[in-house]
């Protein structure tokens, strides 16, 4: 089957191309412990857990849910368990099971009691398992959870989507609960250990950083760590003309090659937003074929400009939400990279003392960089991706006196 362009939507069977390795390397470490999965956003992160899913190993149980909302602990068990009574095998084991504690299999059976299995029963499992929850019980309970876990009768795999920014979003409402949770979970994972469940705790934002400035960094070190990259050159221009060859608009031979030297980044999504203004373009124009002298244009026009400035806005609003009293620092400093390449610590350091922000340079870069703003290189601040930088310098202003 050809590969479609789909820029948005999660892809999956023969849409899912080019990460093979990555998934076959996630089951190599998942054989030996739980495992960070972390990337930018829109890099395709919930797309490859989703194969995980989609083609399990055999005698493995996958279980998957999106955290990036949950505020609270007890939400999160909240979710984990409804998410869990979804799955016919993990259903069966807690309604014969005798092992488990009263308040536990209480609780799970009134969640569960009269509710078909089925995705569109889950948001029904959700509210019964609420109502009988209080905050102060979801350790003992979440602990019984895993506990029970431990005795399926296959491996279980539980992929838990975007889990470091349910910790950011903890740490910004109260870091003592974030730092308890993470003490808490941390221990069940080593409980657990010898056990056959498996977490892969996929994520956008990078947690480490935030846990540094906590001198929290050793509650995560457990945790195998893998970053998801984007392709290479080679592997990004085959993927768009494998790409260009299933939409059947002609083309330049040159212009899969042009399509990635524009975008300047190997990541299907960005490179699917370009393929899909550009395939759109020459469409417009009826028998004519995808050119090379095509391409830069669209990119500036389109990719970049108000079409699709809504597709990549939750970079803007990010530090509107999450930033507080930081969120002009970082501001300032974003808007500095998009004049230069590259920066210094110190350079920043100056320039933020000149706009009068009296901040650690070091706190905001930390922040930046565990949300994939910036990449750090020694004392050197650059932007993550050329695309991120041109998409900021087009449609984001710098702050009033920045400059």
Not at 99 to 122: C, D, K, Y
Request: aromatic share 8%; glycine share 6%; net charge negative.
């Amino acid at each position: 089957m050809n590969t479609r362009n789909i820029a948005g939507p999660l892809v999956r069977g023969s849409d899912f191309w080019g990460r093979d390795r990555d998934r076959a390397a996630l089951w190599a470490l998942l054989d030996k412990g739980d495992v960070l999965l972390n990337g930018p956003r829109r890099y395709g992160k919930s797309s490859l857990m989703c194969s995980l899913l989609d083609q399990p190993q055999p005698a493995w149980t996958v279980v998957m849910l999106d955290v990036e909302y949950v505020e609270t602990p007890a939400e999160f068990l909240t979710e984990l368990s409804a998410a869990l009574v979804q799955t016919s095998a993990i259903r069966k084991l807690w309604e014969k099971t005798k092992r488990a504690p009263g308040a536990f299999l209480s609780w799970i059976t009134a969640g569960i009691e009269g509710i078909e299995i089925g995705a569109e029963n889950i948001g029904q499992a959700k509210l019964n398992l609420r109502k009988s929850l209080t905050p102060d019980t979801w350790p003992e309970l979440t602990e019984q959870l895993f506990a029970e876990l431990s005795h399926h009768d296959h491996s279980l795999l539980l992929i838990i989507d975007e889990f470091p920014w349910m910790i950011a979003n903890f740490i910004d409402q109260d870091p003592e609960q974030a730092v308890h949770f993470l003490k808490w979970f941390r221990a069940i994972r080593q409980k657990t250990r010898k056990s056959p469940v498996r977490a892969l705790l996929g994520g956008s934002v990078n947690l480490e950083p935030r846990l540094e400035q906590l001198g929290r960094e050793a509650l995560i070190n457990d945790l195998q760590r893998y970053h998801l990259r984007p392709l290479s050159l080679a592997d990004a221009v085959s993927f768009v003309r494998e790409v260009l060859d299933a939409e059947g608009v002609p083309f330049d031979a040159e212009t899969p090659a042009e399509i990635v030297r524009v975008a300047d980044c190997g990541v299907h999504f960005f490179l699917q937003v370009l393929i899909s203004e550009c395939l759109a373009e020459a469409r417009h124009h009826a028998g004519s074929k995808l050119t090379v002298d095509l391409v830069e244009p669209v990119y500036n026009e389109r990719v970049l400009g108000p079409p699709n400035r809504s597709r990549f806005s939750h970079y803007h609003t990010r530090l509107k939400q999450h930033y507080g009293a930081l969120e002009r620092a970082a501001r300032i400093v974003l808007a500095l990279l998009t004049e230069q390449e590259r920066e210094s610590r110190d350079h920043l350091v100056e320039v933020l003392r000149a706009a009068g922000e009296d901040v650690s340079v070091d706190r905001v870069l930390a922040l930046l960089e565990s949300d994939y703003y910036v990449s750090r290189e020694l004392d050197q601040v650059s932007f993550s991706s050329g695309f991120l930088r041109d998409w900021w310098l087009r449609n984001v202003p710098a702050p009033a006196g920045a400059r």
